[in-house]
């Protein structure tokens, strides 16, 4: 029912003849009959080159970030309008390093996400606790508030253009992942607090990704979970046959989850 998703953050690496050959190497390795979506969010700068290798492919792009505001006085930021001219299918919106190093608040992460439903782009909508967090059992009132806040006042029909990533703090780029069973209970907390506020129907339908240092090594498991319904990867993503491994991992439950 939910179409798994496998998506590639390659974050601030790669310039563009690295960035075209990576693209290239993944295009070319995808199996013919893959029914999952499968995203590819390289730099700014990096759309265009990996757009052009992948156009004749189901590969999505995304871009990593955007601004709230259409157009303006806003030095080095770049636009929704913007992303889906550079032919953007999606944008990740509230990675932890967003939040954290560039301290991007909760408000205006809201705001990203109505822009981009304005601009027809749909949006990767990440959310996690820090370690200190999950040491102190506050992780599930961390994802609620971070879900409550960042989706404030968004419609149960642009709710369906979200792809919910779980991510971890603790488990980004560390090498270490979140087991597949505290995985799958946060992911059950996730769709539980998403059913509150939109409704079962449609929490039954949202996509939740999960991500932190998802592996050629662990995706099999991780996808064995029934409410993983796809990874956010940022490290192995950068490894063409690494990657291909991980999107074309073996999961009997969510092989039959899109028949
Ligand atoms: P990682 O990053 O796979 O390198 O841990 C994941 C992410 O930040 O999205």
Redesign the pocket.
Known sequence: MRKPMIAG?W?MHLNSAEAAKLAAAIKNGLDPNLKHDVLLAPSFTNLEVVRKETASSPILLSAQNMCWEEKGAFTGEVSGSQLKDAGCDYV?IG???RRKIFLESDEVLNKKLKAAFKFSLKAIF?IGETLEERENNQTYEILQNQLQKGLKDISAQDVENIVI?Y?PVW?????KTATPQQAQESHIFIRKELSKMFGEGEASKIRILY?????AENIDELMSQPDIDGA??????LKAEKFLRVIHYQSAVNNEKIQ
Do not use: P, Y
Request: charged share 20%.
């Open positions: 953050n974050k990740i990675h932890s390093e990440c990533a991510e488990a980004i780029g560390t090498g991500g932190g240092s998802v592996k956010l990867v940022g490290g192995e993503s």
